[in-house]
């Protein structure tokens, strides 16, 4: 149909103004351009340049060097060692199959080590160096780099790597570490970059655990100008971190080596305490493991051997361990009823094997009995039934009290892993923990180191070292930071009566020095150095009334795992107390028996700082002594002292 010049001349303007505003909008999407290109180039010139220059540099971190532990003498317990590992840059090699054949015929490759190298090095970019071997000998790093021009893309390297030269002596106090895991970063609200470095590692357990923030140090970190690929072309600068700090521990490693040797196989602990500032100069479990084994990298087989031994060496016997304390809690019992004054020294309370309570016999251990005892010779001759008599005189709560005044049911604030609290029960504890009611029967155990109560270790020496001095001694572990001495914790006295101290310990200089002492057979027999202590039995079995009418099955007749724990504490020299000792074996028998000889050879090594003199001992046990010390020197891991005395 023909349009009419109206029509068209219409239509005209109607594309004369669409032109317009269609001309219009792309002047202003132009204008809008311009203003925002100038706005990028020039505004924000400095932002762009330093988003490019972010790109093209990276900002890298160095691990830090991890501060060193030593003993109290200088002596050191971890260290950082060179490591010497073996990488490899895919693209440099060419063929990866080829240069690995040549490379296992100079050193010896772990096959899963390697595999896991080359599922590794398939995953990362072929510029990237790949550890193929790690802790080589310095003897492999010199065979490759002589066949350096048949080995492309092979770069032997070194760096540093945690090494523990005492091995098994300190494996329970420094502990080890290990590589960081996500269970480690769970544990950081907000992680510190380092801990995500391939490698990196931090303490597991003990010391190294304990003290982490301070061993760790600060990173340091490094600018290096990457390719558009991520190849690095040059170091620009960098920046050295700062080292851990160096701990010193209380601990002498040399008798701490020598309680190694001294427990061998069995299974056991021993703890040896400096009375005039606390400090801890032996605290050693028995089997302990190689700590070294753990930074390697564990294998599965190892483990199982250390997780299924039945004397349990992952264990630290000293602080995570409890045991019903037995006649060594007597003393215990005693100062609570002479400082509650329900019984004096010369009081006598007649034992004749056993004691009926309730309509029940509680037994002594001596089944015709010891006769009239007062405090010196019931604990010189441990007569259950005294105590058994004093503990329903001076109730539950009072023994509690001075349980804990005296160091037991606490948790001693040692850097150790899984410091226990032990357990020293009252009324509220058993109507909170057990729903029940505290019957006479309970008191009566543990009067005698029986039924709920238990104590480490470390709580047994300090027991002992408060009873020799009568102060709040507190156990230090950590000597110095850094160079900078930790605070003393010789502590305050406890405000116990000096006198009634003086009972308790003539009565326990009785156990070892007089001929009807339960310590006699161990003494010590030069004056300037005499011991003062008591020995501890206790039972890890129900024994039944048939089998006490039938006669008690003897320890030695029993299995291993189902005989009696021996302990035995002290204090030496009584005169002048220096150091407090405490010894658990476990499954051991008797006190008497299975400790005292270990404590008695352990206080003598301490006071002597080294081999003491034969004249020390008994002169029945010279030649076995003598024997035995030619044995142990052989088995140390430390030269002995020349033994100058600490007293």
């Known amino acids: 149909m023909r349009r009419t010049p109206r029509e068209t001349a219409e239509s005209a303007r109607k594309i004369s103004r669409r032109g317009v505003m269609l001309g219009g909008l792309q002047l202003s999407f132009a204008g809008i351009l311009a203003a925002r290109m100038q706005f990028m180039q020039v505004e924000q010139a400095d932002e762009f340049r330093l988003l490019a220059e972010e790109n093209r540099i990276n900002l890298r971190l160095i691990p830090p060097a991890r501060g060193q532990i030593f003993d109290r003498n200088g002596i050191i317990i971890a260290e950082n060692a060179p490591s010497y590992r073996i990488t490899m840059v895919r693209e440099d090699a060419g063929d990866v199959q080829d240069v690995i054949a040549r490379l296992s015929s100079l050193v010896e490759l772990d096959e899963d080590e390697l595999n896991r190298a080359l599922a590794e090095m398939k995953r990362s970019a072929p510029f990237l160096p790949v550890t193929i071997a790690d802790r080589v000998s310095w003897e492999d790093i010199s065979r490759i780099a002589v066949n350096a021009p048949a080995l492309p893309g092979i770069t032997p390297e070194v760096g540093l790597s945690r090494h523990y030269p005492m091995t098994t002596a300190f494996a329970h106090v420094a502990g080890y570490v290990g590589p960081v895991s996500e269970r480690d970063l769970a544990r950081y609200e907000d992680p510190e970059p380092v801990l995500r ?73 021993v703890v ?20 070294n084994k753990f930074v390697r990298g564990i294998s599965v087989a190892d483990y199982s051997v250390l997780r299924d031994n039945d004397r349990r060496p992952l264990a630290s016997k000293t602080v995570q361990d409890a045991y019903p304390p037995g006649s060594t809690f007597k003393m215990v019992t005693a100062m609570a009823a002479i400082d509650a004054g329900v019984i004096g020294p010369e009081d006598t309370v007649w034992c004749p094997g056993y004691l009926e309570v309730s309509g029940r016999r509680f037994h002594c251990w001596k089944h015709a009995g010891h006769g009239h005892m007062n ?52 009324k509220a504890w058993k109507l909170r923990e057990r729903g029940a009611g505290w019957v006479i029967g309970d008191t009566v155990n543990v009067a005698i180191g029986q039924g709920y109560v238990l104590s480490s270790p470390l709580q047994q020496a300090v027991m002992t070292a408060r009873l020799a001095t009568g102060r709040n001694i507190t156990p230090r572990l950590i000597k110095s930071i850094d160079g900078i001495e930790t605070p003393s914790q010789g502590g305050e006295s406890l405000g116990l009566n000096e006198n009634h101290l003086r009972q308790i310990r003539r009565a326990m200089f009785a156990v070892s020095n007089n001929r009807r002492g339960t310590g006699y057979g161990s003494r010590i027999v030069d004056e300037a150095y005499r011991m003062a202590g008591k020995s501890g039995t206790s039972q890890v079995r129900n024994i039944s009334a048939a089998e006490r009418a039938r006669g008690v099955i003897n320890n030695e007749d029993l299995p291993w795992n189902r005989r009696d724990h021996g302990l035995f504490v002290n204090f030496a020299p009584y005169d002048n107390p220096k150091i407090a000792v405490s010894v658990v074996v476990e499954h051991g028998g008797g006190g008497s028996s299975a400790a005292a000889p270990i404590n008695r050879d352990v206080t003598l090594q301490a006071l002597f700082n080294g081999d003491p003199p034969l004249s020390a001992y008994p002169s029945k046990d010279h030649e076995r002594i003598k024997a035995q010390q030619e044995r142990l020197n052989s088995e140390r891991q430390m030269p002995k002292t020349d033994g100058n005395s600490r007293a």
């Not at 851990?244 to 040399?254: E, N, P, S, V």
């Open 197 to 269: 470095i391939p490698r990196f590692q931090i303490g597991k357990v003990g010391v190294e655990a304990k003290y982490e923030e301070i061993l760790r140090g600060r990173a340091g970190a490094k600018r290096v100008e990457v390719n558009a690929v991520g190849r690095v072309m040059r170091e620009l600068d960098r920046r050295e971190g700062e080292a851990g700090a160096d701990l010193q521990l209380t601990i002498d490693g040399r008798l701490q080596d020598y309680v190694r040797a001294r427990l061998g196989t069995e299974s056991a602990s």
């Open 272 to 291: 040896v305490l400096d009375l005039e500032h606390g400090d801890v100069l032996a605290i050693s479990s028995s089997p302990a493991y190689d700590p």
């Open 375 to 426: 405090l010196e010779t019931s604990l010189r001759e441990s007569c259950d039934v005294y105590y058994y008599d004093l503990a329903l005189k001076v109730g539950i709560e009072n023994i509690a009290a001075m349980s804990r005044r005296l160091g037991l049911g606490i948790a001693h604030d040692l850097p150790m892993s899984a410091v226990t609290s032990g357990l020293i029960p009252d």
